[in-house]
């Protein structure tokens, strides 16, 4: 299975993050600190609503540059030049030409959220992610950064 490298994967990568990983960081906080503020419940273990709960706040406003609340196609195609028309029309939900947090989150939600990524970072499929596989997920991530990082 590939796993593409792009800004989502980086970003749900603060979230699970190891210390040690540098390249990834986009954080002022510890990224100890990042897992710790996602474990919710502190069993020590992050479920898929636990990501999402941390995550699709800071995918949103990984988008929004200029911090008024949407995000507008400039944005987006800033962040990632070739984000697709149809992702965010499909997210302007009353077509006002940008997306709201609130129109961000009822998509997210309704499509599961990070479930995809969750995925890949839950290695053995208990639908929790450790410690353990957190480290392995970045440690994967940041071989391929440095495979990626002349593309
Ligand atoms: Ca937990
Ligand atoms: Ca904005
Ligand atoms: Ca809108």
Redesign the pocket.
Known sequence: MKLPLTWLALLLATIVLLPACSSVRTSTESDRDLFLEA???K?G???LA?VNAMGLPRVFNHFDKNRDGTVTMEEARAVDPDFEEHHFSERDLNRDGKVSFEEYIQVAKKRGGLKKHFAVVDANSDGAINQAEANAYVEKLEAETTANVTE
């Open positions: 474990d919710k419940n069993d273990q992050l479920t636990e």
